[in-house]
């Protein structure tokens, strides 16, 4: 009976999951013309492909200000500024 009620309780789990999760709830698509002072810092993973880590502000045309635990350790070649 246990066994029967632990299997319920797991397909219940991830019938519960939907199957396109959103991170940002009521957001909407933007230009890079209405928030010009944003960076976006993108990481190279191993396969080749970039995605973005964190966010940054731009402080002026060579500097853009980030939290340090999104770089610390990383080569900066691994790293795209968008």
Do not use: E
């Not at 397909?11 to 999951?17: G, H, K, N, S």
């Amino acid at each position: 009976m246990r066994v029967l009620i632990f299997l319920a309780l797991c397909i219940a789990a991830v019938v519960a999951v939907p199957s396109n999760p959103q991170r940002i709830v009521g957001g909407s698509a933007t230009t890079i013309d209405r928030y010009p002072s944003i960076a976006s810092l993108l990481y190279n993973w191993y396969w080749g492909s970039y995605s973005q880590t964190c966010g940054g502000s731009i402080l002026n045309n060579r500097a853009v200000l980030t939290a340090a635990h999104c770089t610390i350790g990383d080569a900066p070649n691994r790293w795209r500024i968008r």
